[in-house]
């Protein structure tokens, strides 16, 4: 096992990508603490690494608040005694914002048309989330001279998506930010990486096609994969499903040893969708 | 073990990072085909593998001869049944180094034949048996020279980005048939090739070098001027190769994975 004894953090760990990620590093041998809003599914993740014989926790805090993060941060060390391994997977496209421009304003562009709170929301999601962690973590991780960080990003960080303009804007400063993090780091035996997903069944996602199956009479009858593969599949090299798990075991990799000499890298785990 | 029953073909796998990269499979279980211009490093390292309870099988081929290389790959077909993972590492070494006005068409041609067209070689003997099995792995060793621009270095870095592309292209024609192609960019890594371009470019033009060892260049000066002050290993190399040419990165494809102690952070 390549990570018996180290603590690691992931932040929404509790679901999707996030409980991937906690699932790959407790079959490596971490214990791990899981930050995230939601308590009821945090603890299930909580309970699937117990089973396997790993130490865990869950904190409920949102991570884009510095107090609650520096508590929760507290809290980890309180319990666990040291910080080995932080995984920044909290993120998301900021669903649901009020529309509050009124109509006759409208561009009819949607890089122009967002509402302040959707920028606002989503920057603080996807960067000042991981910003907030890495402050309440790395002094933690300069005391040992060691120490490992993952942020996750998206193949959106240097794809092109115009009705997802802030998101792909939030995930590209993931990337500056590793970058910086990373080169800041190097001297203190830090590793800082990035892992950018491409298109990824998780539960919610399978949940939805499972949805537009029930609902679209052109998809009536299609399996979740089935719909998941023609919407994605034309945009990979492998017409293949990709699992929370494979961006565990990127997460793994780079959360290891074997990674010992890699820092400041985005590696794109994406079936080959961003380089085509 | 990730590897198990798995064969792989290394190029250059007698001496320096394709050595490491030799270890590190072997240690997850795969059995090798090494293949060396002399043969001796192979069949030494061969017998190194051997005594780690693997199959090993060197073979003597000169990678710029596409003839030595398709019966290179036919021995090892023969011996092993079939191939699961090909590393391409051999490649020409950074070594001339040199005005651009002043490089005759030979160093164009020696690094051309070095470090893409024995890589084109290989694939090309190796594909069609992926092809047919739906299956494989391919590791291209690049270099951070490639994406990296260096004055006086123009042959290594221009035939170095040739790989990535390469890497990139045979990953877009070979995904529909579940097959994996990545590219590895390494920092400096002390290898016999790297050492020899110590002595040459660094030790002897300076005199505050006088009588160092390529390798105490490389521990005084090269180490510590990477961001991690931390040297990178051919088995720092070998482990990322495990990495990308298991299931656990079944996902990742044309990638380019550099591998730096920091050095270059904002190069893609």
Redesign the interface.
């Known amino acids: 096992m390549k990570l018996e004894g180290k603590v690691a953090i992931v932040t929404g760990g509790g679901q999707g990508i996030g409980a991937g990620i906690v699932r790959c590093l407790a079959e490596e041998g971490a214990d791990i603490a899981i930050v995230d809003l939601r308590e009821e599914t945090a603890g299930e993740i909580v309970k699937e690494v117990e089973a396997l014989g790993r130490k865990a926790i869950a904190v409920h805090a949102d991570a884009t608040d510095s107090g609650q993060v520096t508590e929760a941060v507290r809290k980890v060390v309180d319990a666990f005694g040291k910080i080995d391994i932080l995984v920044n997977n909290v993120g998301g496209g900021g669903a649901r914002i009020k529309r509050t421009i009124p109509k006759e304003e409208l561009t009819g562009l949607r890089c122009v048309d967002s509402e302040e709170e959707a920028w606002d929301k989503i920057m603080d999601l996807n960067a000042k989330s991981q910003f907030l962690m890495c402050r309440a973590v790395v002094p933690h991780l300069l005391k040992q001279k060691d120490g490992k960080i993952v942020n996750i990003g998206s193949r959106l960080a240097r794809q092109v998506d115009i009705s997802l303009s802030i998101y792909c804007t939030a995930k590209a400063a993931v990337i500056q930010y590793t970058n910086h993090l990373a080169l800041e780091l190097a001297p203190h035996g830090i590793n800082v990486n990035c892992v950018c997903p491409g298109d990824v069944m998780t539960p919610n996602i399978e949940a939805a096609f499972a949805r537009v199956a029930e609902t679209n009479p052109d998809s009536k009858g299609k399996t979740p994969e089935e719909l998941f593969l023609q919407v994605a599949g034309p945009r990979m090299a492998f017409n293949r499903i990709q699992t929370p798990e494979d961006m565990g075991r990127a997460t793994v990799f780079l959360a290891s040893e074997d990674a010992r000499t890699i820092t400041g890298q985005a590696l794109y785990v994406d079936g080959g969708q961003t380089f085509l | 073990m990730k590897l198990k029953d798995k064969v792989a073909i290394v190029t250059g796998g007698g001496q320096g990072i394709g050595r490491g990269i030799v270890e590190c499979l072997a240690e997850e279980g795969a059995d090798i085909a090494i293949l060396t211009k002399s043969g001796d490093s192979g069949v030494k390292a061969a017998e190194e593998i051997a005594e780690m309870g693997r199959k090993a099988l060197p073979i003597k081929a000169d990678v710029t001869d596409s003839n030595q290389v398709d019966r290179a790959i036919k021995e090892a077909m023969d011996t092993f049944g079939k191939i699961d993972i090909l590393v391409n590492t051999v490649g020409a070494g950074s070594v001339d180094i040199a005005p651009f006005i002043k490089l005759d068409e030979s160093i164009w041609d020696r690094n051309y034949a070095l470090n893409v067209k024995s890589q084109v070689f290989t694939c090309k003997a190796v594909v069609p048996h992926f092809i047919e099995r739906g299956y494989g792995k391919i590791v291209n060793l690049s270099s951070i020279g490639g994406k990296r621009a260096s004055a006086m270095n123009a042959p290594y870095g221009a035939t170095k980005a040739g790989v990535i592309y390469f890497t ?1 292209a045979l ?2 024609e ?3 048939h ?1 097959i994996n192609v990545n590219c590895i960019c390494p ?1 400096g890594v002390y290898t016999p090739t790297f050492a020899a371009l110590i002595e040459k470019h660094m030790i002897r033009p300076d005199a505050k070098a006088k009588g160092m060892t390529g390798r105490d260049f490389f521990d005084k000066f090269i180490v510590p001027g ?8 051919p088995r ?1 190399i070998g ?2 190769v ?2 990308l040419v298991s299931e ?8 380019t ?6 050095a270059a ?2 190069i ?1």
């Open positions: 990139k990953a877009a070979l995904g529909s579940h920092g990477s961001p991690m002050k931390r040297e990178i290993t720092d482990r990322s495990v990495f656990d990165a079944r996902n990742i494809t044309g990638q994975l550099n591998i730096t102690a920091g952070i904002e893609d």
